[in-house]
């Protein structure tokens, strides 16, 4: 391909908000250009180098026995609402209605439509176990799209779906996704990090995220020094300092012999600081209140419920533990209105003690109190000698607590450290969640109608590329590991007329015999233009037709990998055939 021919508008300048690597490299090299908040769109260099991930990623999955379907983007609703994702996945999902009234989605993922397509289908178990993958497009309306295709609104994703007729197969499946995905990433040249995820909207159980590090990344991790240990802090638990936790009727006889409950005038004093100033005590001492707002929980309330959430002092409730715990998509705290409309006070005095009308979901650190402090539902009052089981009766206790970089490993009792990373890819398995909804069924060998199980599979391809440029780039421009290259040459007649136009031709048209993927710069810019371009988009080996080096007997040609220092010379005649052993390797 000649640079004249193709469409690479490189620029030095870059937009302001192009704070990452990445986006401004993939957008200085003209890969990609942004049509509005979180949709980019791929020009030619940037579309083929995504392509290469794609072709990693499909013979990968070809080689486990994934089939690839494509499925539409744009699916009816009704699936949604079988599986009763329409009301929990929230505003992340787009949706539209069509002509004639139907509800559509423009997909955000799709184990709902591939669910669809199995369970009319699904008859024996003969026919299972089957994993079915489509490379198709996604969108999520993101409420802050950022980094560029790290975090875009539409992107691509592969995305898998296996169907099992017993755990030991799904296991199975599970494990060579994992395996294939460990693959995909190292041929991409990528260091990425297994760890234990969030299961989130998707419920179900055993699932693994593909994190990379990044000092942007949106996941914090937990990390043991000792054991490896790796977790999600949505996820993440940590050894307790307390005593296990009590049984209700333990508790209740333990708190005899706590003080009765005391009402204490506490006029404008409000958060843990403050309290800790006014009692004299530590942040261990008081039972924290907070009331969330829940999204949409499943078989449950609807969108906009409300929950109380309780956890000791000194320690902080972590919204994805506890909209997990009640199968809800999302907790978001409650405004102060709220808060003073569900409780009777204003913002910093709710409390367990006496709390009415909404459920209460306590942290197990809060079962082991005997003699807390709580905001005691009135203006400028609290409660000392609150007991679990006396004064207090969750509905739900639960491990809501985020752990923290210092807190000791479950696991083994080592310490635990903070990483921040970026999620590539998520394996998980579903169980039965989306075939018992949508009622997917097969006949085992016995001829009992069964519920497969499920699995399901995604990696991002625009952040897979991201990453890439992120971990492989210099102050110059990007350097593109070989199988991921948009170009495996580069070609720059330093002038392209004359005999060195006629060389480039030449060498273009054998490298491309040969199957090397060639760019020629036969732009009409000075060298050193085109050195910083080359540079710039980080094609991984750059030869100069020059006059110098042609007039050497015999002829010969610079060439210089990407990202190291030196070059070597190498005779015209036998340069197609050693890059095309180079880019092989
Ligand atoms: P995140 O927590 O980063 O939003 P997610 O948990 O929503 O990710 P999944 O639903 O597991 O992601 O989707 C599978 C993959 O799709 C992710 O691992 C990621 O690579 C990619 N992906 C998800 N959201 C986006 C996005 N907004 N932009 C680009 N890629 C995305
Ligand atoms: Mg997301």
């Avoid at 494990?175 to 294939?180: D, E, I």
């Avoid at 055993?206 to 949505?234: K, P, Q, R, W």
């Avoid at 490993?409 to 018992?436: M, P, Q, S, V």
């Avoid at 048209?509 to 060298?527: H, I, T």
């Amino acid at each position: 391909m000649y640079f004249t021919q193709t469409f690479i508008p490189t620029l030095r300048e870059v937009p302001s908000d192009a704070v990452i690597a990445s986006h401004r490299l993939m957008f200085r090299g003209g890969m990609i250009r942004k049509l509005a908040n979180g949709l980019f769109a791929y020009l030619p260099l940037g579309l083929r180098a995504l392509r290469k991930v794609e072709r990693i990623i499909r013979e990968e999955m070809d080689a486990i026995g994934a089939l690839e379907i494509k499925p539409t983007v744009v699916v009816p609703g009704e699936l949604w609402k079988e599986s009763g994702r329409w009301d929990s996945m929230g505003e992340a999902m787009l949706r539209a209605e069509n002509r004639t009234g139907n509800d559509l989605v423009v997909s955000p993922t799709a184990e709902e439509a591939v669910t669809a397509l199995v369970r009319d289908e699904l008859s024996s178990y003969r026919q299972l176990p089957l994993t079915l993958y489509q490379i198709n497009t996604k969108y999520r309306d993101e409420i802050r799209p950022r980094y560029g295709v790290m975090r875009a609104r539409e992107f691509v994703m592969k995305d898998a779906y296996s169907f099992h007729a017993g755990q030991a197969s799904l296991d199975a499946a599970y494990n060579a996704m994992g395996a294939a995905y460990r693959r995909i990433f190292k041929r991409c040249g990528l260091s990425v990090l297994p760890v234990k995820a969030d299961s989130g909207a998707m419920g179900g159980n055993s699932s693994e995220e593909f994190m990379i590090e990044s000092e942007i990344g949106d996941n914090t991790l937990l990390l043991c020094e000792s054991c490896g240990y790796a977790a999600n802090v949505e996820k993440a638990v940590c050894a307790h300092d307390f005593d296990p936790p009590p049984s209700l009727e333990e508790a209740k006889t333990r708190s005899l012999s706590s003080p009765a409950l005391e009402k204490v005038s506490t006029p404008g004093v409000k958060n843990i600081d403050q309290l800790c100033a006014f009692f004299k005590t530590d942040a261990k001492k008081f039972i924290k209140t907070l009331i969330y707002r829940m999204a949409a929980m499943e078989g449950g309330a609807g969108r906009g419920a409300f929950v109380a959430a309780a956890i000791r002092g000194d320690l902080a409730v972590n919204e994805a533990k506890l909209a997990a715990a009640l199968k809800a998509s999302e907790a978001v705290l409650a405004s102060e209105a709220e808060v003073e409309r569900i409780t009777g006070a204003p913002l910093g005095f709710a409390g367990v003690a006496g709390l009415t009308g909404i459920p209460l979901i306590a942290d197990t650190s809060v079962t082991a109190m005997t003699d807390g402090i709580t905001g005691a539902l009135a203006d400028g009052f609290h409660y000392a000698h609150a007991a679990y089981g006396r004064d207090f009766t969750p509905h739900l206790i639960a491990d809501l607590r985020t752990a923290k970089a210092g807190d000791r490993c479950a696991r083994c009792g080592g310490a635990l450290y903070e990483k921040k990373g970026n999620e590539l890819g998520h394996i998980f398995k579903l169980g039965d969640k989306y075939t018992r909804s949508m009622k997917a069924r097969y006949l085992d060998e016995s001829g009992q109608s069964r519920t497969p199980l499920m699995g399901t599979y995604g990696i991002g391809l625009d952040r897979t590329l991201a990453s890439v440029v992120e971990e492989h780039h210099d102050g110059d421009g990007i350097i593109w590991p070989l199988e991921v290259a948009p170009y495996q040459v580069i070609l720059i007649p330093v002038k392209y007329e004359g005999a060195l136009k006629a060389a480039a031709d030449g060498l273009a048209s054998a490298l491309e015999q040969a199957g090397v993927e060639v760019l020629v710069d036969d732009r009409e810019e000075r060298p050193g233009v085109k050195f910083k371009d080359a540079d710039l988009l980080g094609i991984p080996y750059r030869v100069v037709v020059g006059d110098k080096t042609l007039s050497l007997d015999p002829p010969a040609l610079e060439v210089k990998r990407r990202g190291e220092k030196g070059c070597r010379m190498v005779e015209l005649d036998k340069a197609p055939a050693l890059l095309a052993e180079l880019v092989k390797a």
